[in-house]
C-alpha cells in the first residue's frame, strides 16, 4: 500500500493528503479523459533533485493539447515550481512524483468540453517498480498477445489514463503467467514497448530502439540512454524491430521513470545473450545512476534541486 504524505498539491493551493478527493461522476473516471507524468527526485549530496523536470512539463502539455485540454491559469515553468514545492513540503528525500491533468466533474457523455480542468500533484517513496533484484539481475518478460494501442486508435505520445487500459492488459497477463512484465508489438508486429517502460537491443556493440512510429512513448529515460550512450561514443540507432531480434539480440533492457534501466534476460523463456545483466547494460546503468546520485558531473542540466 502507498505509504501518505502530508500534501497534495491542487489547482494551486496545498491540501491534506485524505482531502485530495474528486466526485464519482468526474469525467476522466468514466471516460479516461486524464493526462499525467511520472517524475523522479533523487536524494543528491546537495539535496533533493528532480530528474529532468522540464522535459517531463512539456510532455504533460503535449499530452494535454493533443485531447485539446486547455491548462488552466498555470504555465509549465509555474506547474515545474509546483512539483518542487510538493516535495518540499512533505519533507521527502527521495520519491515519485506524479501530476494529473484531468476532466472533471460538470457534464456526463463523451464531449469534454464543458468539463473543468482540475490539475494535482502527489508525490510518495516508490521503490524498485520491477522488483528488489531486477536492476541487478534482470526480469523475465514475455511478448505480450494484447497488440500496442494503434496510432489511427489511441495516440501513443500522450500519456494519457486510457491508454494505460491496453497497458493494464500486456501487465495482468504477463503476471499471471509468471512473468515480471510483457512486450508488446505494434499493429504491424513490430517491437513496441513494455507496459510502462521503453525497450532497448544491443547486438554486435550497436543499440537499437523502436521508433516512436511503432506506438512507443518519447521516453524521457530513453532519451537519457540515448544522450549517455552517444556519449560514451556507442552507437544508438532508432528503427523497426521485428519480434526474433529480441530472442537473439546479445543484451536487452527497459527504461523508464520508475524502471530506470532494467535488464531482460529472458523473452518468452529464451534466455537473452548470457541470460544476465549484460555489459554495456551495466555501463548505461552507472552512467545513469553517477548523475542521478551526483557521483558525476550534471553534464546535460538534468537535475533540479527543490
Ligand atoms: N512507455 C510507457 C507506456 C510508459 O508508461 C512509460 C513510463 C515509459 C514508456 C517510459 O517513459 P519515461 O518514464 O518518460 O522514461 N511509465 C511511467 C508510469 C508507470 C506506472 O506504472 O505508473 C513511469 O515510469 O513513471
Redesign the pocket.
Known sequence: MITPTEKIWRNGELINWNDANVHVLTHALHYGSSVFE?IRCYETATGPAVFRLNEHMRRMFDSAKIYRMDIPRFTQAELADACREIVRVNGLKSC?IRPVVFRGYGEMGVFPLQNPIEIYICCWEWGK?LGAEAIDKGVDVCVSSWTRIAPNTLPAMA?VAA?YMN?QLIKMEAVLNGYSEGIALDASGYAS??????IFLIRDGVIYTPTLGTS??P????DTVMTLAREAGIEVKEQAIPREWLYIADELFF?????EVTPIRSVDKIAIGSGTRGPITAKLQTAFMDILTGKAADRFGWLTHV
Do not use: Q
Not at 514497448?193 to 521503453?198: D, I, K, R
Not at 527504461?255 to 524502471?259: C, E, R, V
Open positions: 511520472g515519485y517498480y500519456k491508454n497497458s514497448e513494455g507496459s510502462g517502460e521503453n512507443a512513448l521516453g524521457i529515460t530513453r527504461t523508464g521513470t520508475a524502471a
